[in-house]
């Protein structure tokens, strides 16, 4: 699992690639730890190229999520891959998460 | 690959109660799959149901010792896959686990019962039982991208 982040304007965009299970899920909490502490509120989570989402790793999103609601922000989602999408539906994060098609639809939405 | 479909598949890995296992067990999930043509969609459920029982175990099966502690079974039989998970921890039966209210709001969502809810919603069949001191779980894919089971 590796996330690389950029800046896009007050957004922060993290760009996650590999797989978020039990075993990774800290990559991404800690880059989420260093966003909050850089002030980051709005963050698009770009999933092109994050092909596995277990259940620790939804645990990870939703806190997230959660967290940056409190701070009067917000988290969504872009270029979620077809089986992550379901596993959303199943889940029905995509009712709590906004998912776009483009990094730039998700960018557009703040 | 030589192949009859009347000829289960068969398969067998022991694990530890650890979480570097995970890689592991990864890559044995990956290989089975790609060996008998499931799909990526199929891989996918299968990955993720046998991760979530298996994770439950080593992080809250206090297993001891964890040498050994789990092992997992995959028979392929047609397009049916059985997957049978035990494990030596303390008696865990997820059919008794709540289904988690996913249509509350964000704020009030709770992170817990999300790995069972998966593993139901992605399997066609979820069994236990406490047998012999081990739990087993059973779970059961119906398998529609699988090209064989030899």
Redesign the interface.
Known sequence: MQVSRRESGPVTVLELDG?L???TSEVLETALSESWARGATRIVLDCERLR?V???G??VL??A??LA??KSGRIVFCRLR??LG??FE???FD???SVYASAEEALESF | MTSDPAIPAHDHLRLDADLAELERLTGWLDSFCEKHGVDDAMHYHINVAVEEVVINAIKHGRCHPQAGAIEVNLTLAGDELQIEVFDTGVPFNPLDVPTPELDADIAKRKIGGLGVHLVRSLMDRVEYERLEGRNRFRLTKRISGAKDAG
Do not use: P, W
Request: proline share 0%; glycine share 4%.
């Open positions: 797989r299970d039990s075993h596995y277990s259940s620790a939804l645990q939703l806190v999520g959660q609601e409190s077809r089986n379901e596993i199943m889940t029905k009712a709590i998460f």
